[in-house]
């Protein structure tokens, strides 16, 4: 159970569309540092406090601005920039050897300097430890890491990774104080010691609470006090109920679809929705070994009988964004794959003619297996919706089956399932976090799936090409394969949503496809 948890835990109102507008808290504020402490309430957890460990969302943002990383995504851009590092960059053609320099004067927030030894330690600990629910999975490549000296830090890789840059801007290249933490264990302490934007003051069951970093040098420019972050646990109603009762000033992952689209009918009653892009997706996976999902014509006539549109509407009341590949929408690489292939209304005749053509006689019989909540509390209601598409053809008896996410993933790995759904949430924004994950070795969906043109040919090319946009047709190439052998079946894409207080601004900074959010951008008149 790798890669960001596997599927990491999508925001409940990931999928919404721009149906929505951004209201007054669309503006902006610039208080230095020094304007008021901002409540945020989120039904995501934190799962943890040391970066060795966490690879969930709830973590990730904590990491964000209580670590710093070398590189870092600026507002809005989908290409890291220096960040603890005042450079950095690939010393060879291969992509193989990256090298950065650090800025003068680095300190955590405890005062302790910050150099070279540190960044050395940081890697080599999270490898070392490989926390089965840590991030150290998506550094394969990392062979060794050299420092000539305190601001120097030379990085050699066992293959070409032209998006290491891109992984080390993530929450995955966190930081540590090597004075304060365990080169062979995790803390257990709650507590965390980074040098970035905030400091984590407190951390228990119910929130944290974050103060700005004194000894704080990089990119961020502080607009508030500080932020306390409260954990609803899932509990949708409680969430809106703070918001609306004041007790929170932002309302993050955890709304419903339609706490949002209720919510947004409030605009100028005291609260704003706001939404921003995402790189979120889901699918439905399709096991290649199983007697009826294995079948090319059954997973045909699937494609050409889901109708996007429809579930966005009857299930996302209209607030959603149909997915027709497996790079989404705003990433380099991108096509519409399944939309040229299959189209986007459904077609009973041609489904018909794809099981004719496989040799499927009579109606299918399939079950469809979710999970209640892991990847949103429509999920369910979305399965059972397309069981209906798919019967109301006359070619299928669909139903569904939902099983807590413990069990989910156990039975998904015994190979019990034929057609389930999944989540993704990228660990950075570029087409290589949508491809190699599911189709490379040791690939997460489980699905017993494999192209040799895939693994041996696109996805090392496209990891060794330093210049991404060039990278367009082999990306293509994959996409097609994709859609043509059907080892998954891409539905919908998600948008970031959060419902502010007036009064409250920034949001618009902290909700885009790099998934960073960024407390340095909030702040409260």
């Known amino acids: 159970m790798n890669m960001r948890n596997q599927w990491p835990v999508l925001p409940v109102v990931a999928g919404l569309a721009s149906g929505l507008l951004t209201g007054c808290g669309s503006g902006s504020g610039d208080s230095g540092g020094t304007g008021s402490s901002v409540v945020m309430g989120m039904s995501d957890d934190v799962l943890a406090t040391d970066p060795a460990s966490g690879y969930d969302p709830g973590s990730w943002l904590l990491f964000d601005n209580v670590f710093q990383s070398l590189l870092s995504f600026p507002k809005g851009a989908t290409e890291p920039q220096p960040e603890l590092a005042k450079e950095c960059t690939f010393t060879d053609s291969r992509a193989t050897v990256y090298r950065c320099t650090l800025r003068d004067g680095l300190k955590f927030s405890n005062g302790d300097a910050l150099t070279s030894k540190d960044v050395k330690f940081s890697f080599d600990r999270m490898l070392k430890i490989n926390d089965p629910s840590g991030p150290a999975i998506m550094f394969p490549m990392l062979g060794s890491i050299d420092t000539p000296d305190a601001k120097t830090v030379v990085f050699h890789l066992k293959s070409s990774d032209a998006t290491f840059p891109s992984k080390l801007a993530s929450g995955a290249g966190s930081i540590v104080d090597h004075l304060q933490y365990d080169a062979n264990g995790l803390r257990t302490d709650h ?17 944290a609470v974050f103060s700005v970093n004194d000894n704080y040098k990089g990119t ?5 006090s500080g932020v306390t972050l409260k954990f609803f646990h899932g509990d949708r109603t409680a969430l809106k109920k703070a918001l609306l009762d004041g007790n929170v000033d932002i309302a993050y992952r955890g709304l419903s679809a339609s706490d949002i689209a209720g919510l947004d009918q409030q605009q100028g009653k005291g ?3 706001i939404d921003g892009t995402s790189a979120e997706v889901q699918h439905l996976v399709f096991n290649m070994n199983d007697p009826v999902a294995g079948k090319l014509g059954v997973r045909k006539a699937m494609a050409y009988l889901i109708d996007r549109d429809a579930l966005i509407k009857n299930v996302y009341q209209g607030t959603a964004t149909p997915l027709y590949s497996v790079i989404p929408a705003g990433i380099v690489g991108h096509n519409t794959a399944f939309f040229d292939t299959y189209g986007a209304r459904p ?4 489904a018909a003619a794809a099981l004719r053509a496989d ?3 009579g109606k299918v019989k399939l079950t469809l297996w979710s999970t209640p909540s892991r990847y949103g509390p429509a999920t369910d209601e ?6 209906g598409q798919l019967n109301a053809s006359g070619l299928f008896d669909a139903d569904v089956k939902s099983v807590a996410f413990d069990q989910y993933e156990k039975d998904i790995a015994a190979g019990k399932y034929g057609v389930y759904v999944k989540g993704w949430v990228p660990d950075y924004p570029d087409a290589d976090n949508f491809t190699a994950p599911f189709f490379g070795k040791g690939n997460v969906l489980d ?6 043109t895939i693994t041996g040919t696109l996805i090392p090319d496209t990891a060794a090409q330093s210049d991404r946009a060039a990278t367009d047709k082999d990306f293509g190439r994959l996409q097609n394969i994709v859609a043509t052998e059907l080892p998954v079946l891409p539905v919908w894409q998600a948008k970031q949503y959060a419902v502010v207080r007036d009064g409250v601004y920034g949001l618009e900074y902290c909700l885009d496809s790099s998934t960073v959010f960024r407390f340095w951008e909030l702040s409260k008149s």
């Open 191 to 207: 507590k965390a010691v980074g040098s970035g934007p905030y400091k984590l003051d407190s951390f228990d069951q119910d929130k």
């Open 220 to 224: 961020a420019k502080v607009k508030n």
């Open 271 to 273: 609260v704003d929705v």
């Open 347 to 350: 077609s009973q005749a041609k």
């Open 359 to 361: 040799g499927v006689t």
């Open 382 to 387: 979305e399965l059972k919706a397309i069981a």
């Open 447 to 452: 699905n017993n799936y494999s192209n040799r």
